[in-house]
Each structure stands twice: as C-alpha cells, then as structure tokens.
C-alpha cells in the first residue's frame, strides 16, 4: 500500500531535496572546480607540478580512504548529525583554503576538505533514501544524480568565471555562502540511523599511511629522483602499510573493506576496470586542463568554455546508457565507452601541440567525453550485479573508493611521465610532457577495454552472510 505523506513530511522531504541537492552539487563541483585554477594557483603561489598534484590529491586521497568511515560514522551516531558535521568541516576547510599563503597551506586545507566531502557525500544519499517512499526512490536517486553530475560539468566553467572575475581564492570562497546556508536548513532533515554503525581504525590508518606513502614517492620521484631516501621510504614504506592494511582486513572483526566480496571475479574485474579507468582518464584530464591555459594562453573562463564537450557531454550520454546496456549488456557497453575514451585521449595526444587550433581539439574532447557518460552506469550496475545479497551497500563504496584511488594514483604516475618528458619551460616543452602523459594514458584505457571483456555475464549471486559493516554503507552508492 503506498504510503500517505502529510503536509509535515512533504515539508521534511522538500528540505531533504534542497540540502542533500546542494550539498552534492558543491562537493562534486569541487572534484573539478580546481582544476581551471591550477596554472593561475602556480604562478600566484610559485608551486610546481609537485605542488599542483598535491593540490589536487590532497582532496581526493583522504575523500576516498574516509567514504566508508563517514558512511559508518552516521550509521552510528546519527545521519543528520554527522551530515552537520561534515558541512562544517567542508565549510570551514574551504575558507582556510582560500586564505591559504603559501601551497602547504592549500593542500593541508584541500586534505581536510576531502574529510569533510566523504561524510557529505555518501549520507546526503542516505538522508534522502530515509526521506522518499521506496516506490519513488528510483525518481530521487535520478536526481541526486543529476545535481552531482551538474557539479562536474560546471566545475571547470564555474572555476574559470570566477578566476576570471575575482581570483582563484574565490572558487573556494564560494563554498562558504552555501555551507553556512545549508547548515540551519539541515534541522529540518529527518535524523536516521542504520545498522551497527562499526568502525574500523585501524583499517582507516593503515590505508591512510600506505597510500599517502605511495603517492609521495610517485609525486617527488620526478623532482628528486627515483632513488632519493624519501622517495624511496615512501614506496616502501607505503607499499609495506598497504600489506599491512590487506592483511588486516582479513582478521578484523569489522573491516572496512571485506575481502570476501573479491572472491566474485565478476566484483574483482568489475572494480578492476573502475580503478584502470580513473587511472588513465582523470590523470589525463590533469595535464589537458592546463594545456588550454599554461600554453595556449586562454583565460580560465575562456578554457572551461572549452572543455565543454569532454565534462558535459556525460550528462547528455549518461541517461542513455542503461537501456543500451540492456540491449546489448554490460561488459559490452564498457568496453565500448573504454574504447571510446582510449581513442579520445590517444588523439589528443596525437594532435596537441602549441599552436593547435581549438577545432582540431573538439573530436577528441567528444570522444573521451561520449565514452565517460557510456561508463559511469553501467559499472554501477555491474558492481551491484556480482555484489552479494546484503552487502550492496558497502560494495558500491568500495567500487566508489577504488575509482578514487585510480584517480590519485593516475595524477601521480601520468604527471612523472610528464615530468619526466617535459615540463613548464616553454609551450613545446609542456606539450611534450602531456603528450607522453597522455600517450601512456591512452595504453591504460585501451587496456582495461579489453579487460571488461573478461567480466562474466552479469548473473545474480547467491545470498550472503551479512557482516555487521556491510549494513554501514547503504548511502555509498553512487559517488
């Protein structure tokens, strides 16, 4: 029987939309937001690549390690409540980061920024679910969707308008008038609560040191040599915690991310193509963004303007991907959209250069970007194929987390072969990095089409136990 909503709730669910909605859309625009402000971010602060990785790692890095634990957290103490809590840490890390003086500052601020966005980001979706009969979950799940889609789209324009207009200190200010707003308004959110709420810390630790280590040894290899003492300690000594982390998982009570579910070699391969494909495309987004900028001198307006048809073309594609997978199936589509984006990135490789015009650029920009909105649903729904009956939830935030760490990890390899072939010297020299970046990119992505091939035919798995952590991230599901 459907479920009458009075005026009150109607009220709650209203509000429900307009902050979970908001609260999304910030925090995905900010994934992008950045990215147009990077050379203006080098040049004002007198960073280098090193510095720019960071920038951009710092966020995603602790928003990846944390999406389970934020998850968890709310479960536990209270949805609203930790909800609140994250917008204050987004809201304050924001404004921290737009005073920041020097680039150590900016990536501390950026770190805690990604604190805050992995409790935002799976509870908003939580919060809503709690909110919306079941029937009608399908219509609201499309929507936060969409906002967060929204967010990545206009990240990059909305980052280069206000560079433009004001100074790259204001894509963070703007934060802060939206987080100040939603704070009150979150009172008028339903609090919930969800199973056992377990936490994991020594898990979120070991994960934390082991790949902050390995990042740090990609990202100043480059600069200070691949057999520097630091370099080396942190490859080591990251990859070592990294161990540690998977060797705890197999004993802990309540681990973060259960090894049973990579028992499925449908969940393996599946989350395997994720990880290979943020691997390849966002490391290749890192360098194109600047290339607009840094040599062919366009303003930051003017270069989110045009890269357009890579980051929007997704909302256009993206609705369209389900039912094609339908018809042809999922591991098709996906190789598809891989093939798609290996053939973007490798002709943007193949024609950039310093003097490149602009309408050379679309067709590979079209190319990655059709390929991007072909991927994104249909790996959610091979995720939740192979995923055992009970454990959807914290699946989705592993396979979420793992694309994550594709994008860390890409930022950081990609930008050594950048570094490592060019650099900013001149417009010829920033050419010759990126292309080798993004060459080495394009391999990665053709790569990992042939690898979801091998993804079983998509087939329902038999019930499984339910572990008490498993129920701790129902709202992890699409990031």
């Known amino acids: 029987m459907e479920r009458e909503v009075s ?3 109607l009220g709650k669910l209203l509000w429900t939309f307009v902050v979970t909605g908001l609260a999304t859309f910030m925090v995905a625009m900010d994934n992008l937001v950045v990215t147009n402000a990077l050379p203006v971010i080098r040049v004002d602060l007198g960073t280098g690549l090193e510095g720019l990785e960071w ?7 602790t928003f990846a ?7 968890a957290l709310g479960d536990r103490f209270g949805r609203r409540k930790v909800f609140a809590v994250g917008l204050v840490v987004f809201t304050a890390a924001s404004a921290v980061a737009a005073l920041s003086p020097d680039i150590g500052t900016l990536i501390a601020a950026r770190a805690v920024q990604g604190v805050g966005g992995a ?7 939580t919060l809503l679910a709690d909110a919306v009969p079941r029937e009608r979950r399908g219509a609201a799940f499309g929507i936060w969707g969409a906002m967060s889609g929204l967010g990545v789209a206009l990240g990059p324009v909305i980052g280069g308008a206000v560079v433009d207009s004001a100074s790259w200190q204001w894509i963070f200010w703007i934060n802060v008038p939206i ?5 009150p308004l979150v009172a008028a959110v339903r609090e919930s609560r969800g199973g056992a709420g377990r936490l994991d810390p020594v898990g979120v630790v070991l994960a934390t040191a082991g790949l902050f280590g390995v990042v740090f040894g990609l990202v100043r290899g480059g600069s200070h040599g691949w057999t ?4 080396l300690l942190g490859l080591i000594g990251g990859g070592a915690a990294v161990l540690a982390f998977v060797a705890w998982q197999a004993r802990a009570r309540y681990p973060m991310l259960p090894l049973p579910l990579f028992r499925s070699r449908g969940f393996s391969v599946s989350n395997a193509v994720g990880f290979v494909m943020a691997f390849g495309m966002f490391g290749a987004v890192f360098l194109g963004a600047q290339f607009l900028q ?3 001198g366009y303003s930051p307006l003017e270069a989110g303007l045009r890269t357009l048809p890579w980051t929007a073309a997704p909302a256009v594609v993206a609705p369209f991907s389900g039912a094609l997978a339908d018809r042809i199936g999922v591991r098709r589509v996906l190789a598809i959209a891989l093939a798609l984006q290996a053939a973007g990135i490798a002709s943007l490789a193949v024609v950039s250069r310093p003097d490149v015009p602009y309408a050379e650029l679309v067709p590979p920009f079209v190319l990655a970007g059709l390929g991007m909105g072909l991927f994104f649903a249909p790996m959610a729904r091979a995720v939740m194929d192979f995923a055992p009956r009970g454990m ?5 935030g592993a396979s979420n987390a793992m694309r994550q760490l594709g994008t860390v990890l890409g930022i950081a390899v990609l930008g050594a072969v950048f570094s490592a072939a060019g650099g900013y010297a001149s417009g010829q020299d920033f050419v010759d990095g990126m292309r080798a970046g993004e060459a080495v990119g394009a391999v990665v992505l053709a790569g990992a089409a042939l690898l979801a091939l091998v993804i079983p035919e998509n087939r329902r798995p038999a019930p499984a136990v339910v572990t008490p952590q498993a129920s701790t991230s129902s709202a992890s599901t699409m990031v």
């Open 228 to 231: 520097s003492g630091s370099v």
């Open 55 to 61: 920038t951009v790692n710092a966020y995603t890095l």
């Open 392 to 396: 959807e939830g914290v699946a989705s």
């Open 179 to 183: 987080g100040l707003i939603l704070l």
């Open 294 to 296: 840094t040599v062919q």
């Open 65 to 71: 390690v944390l999406l389970l634990t934020g998850a």
């Open 119 to 125: 409790i935002i980001t799976p509870l908003s979706l």
């Open 7 to 9: 005026d009150q709730s």
